[in-house]
Nanobody, 121 residues
Framework: QVQLVESGGGSVQAGGSLRLSCVAS????????MGWYRQAPGRQRESVAQ???????TYADSVKGRFTISRDNAKNMVYLQMNSVEPEDSAVYYC???????????????WGQGTQVTVSS
C-alpha cells in the first residue's frame, strides 16, 4: 500500500508565504517524478510544478519566479515553497508521484488527499 500525505496548507494574506510538504510512504521500490497540482472551485486541475528524478523542473507560467519545488529523496518527500502568493493561488493543492511499488516493475501515479490554500487580499 502506497500513500501520499500533504501538509502545510492554510490561510495567508496576499504577498505572504506558505510551504507545502508531501511524504510518500508504504511499500515503495522507487519514485520517479514528483510534483504539485492545484484545483480551484469550478476549474480543472492544473499542474503547478513538476520535478523528475532526472531532467528539468517545470513550472506553470503563473507561478514562475514565485514558487519553488524541491525534493528530499532520502525521505521520499517533495516540497512547494510558495512566495508572494496572490488570491488567484487559492485552491486545493495535490501532491502527485510516479511510484514503483515493491514487487512490480510497473510505475503507477499516486495522489494525495489535497490541502487547502486560501489567499486573502
Amino acid at each position: 500500500q502506497v500513500q501520499l500525505v500533504e501538509s502545510g496548507g492554510g490561510s495567508v494574506q496576499a504577498g505572504g508565504s506558505l510551504r507545502l510538504s508531501c511524504v510518500a510512504s508504504g511499500s515503495i521500490l522507487s519514485i520517479d517524478a514528483m510534483g504539485w497540482y492545484r484545483q480551484a472551485p469550478g476549474r480543472q486541475r492544473e499542474s503547478v510544478a513538476q520535478m523528475p528524478t532526472i531532467g528539468r523542473t517545470t513550472y506553470a507560467d503563473s507561478v514562475k519566479g514565485r514558487f519553488t519545488i524541491s525534493r528530499d529523496n532520502a525521505k521520499n518527500m517533495v516540497y512547494l515553497q510558495m512566495n508572494s502568493v496572490e488570491p488567484e493561488d487559492s485552491a486545493v493543492y495535490y501532491c502527485n508521484a510516479a511510484i514503483r511499488p515493491t514487487g512490480t516493475i510497473h510505475v503507477y501515479s499516486y495522489w494525495g488527499q489535497g490541502t487547502q490554500v486560501t489567499v486573502s487580499s
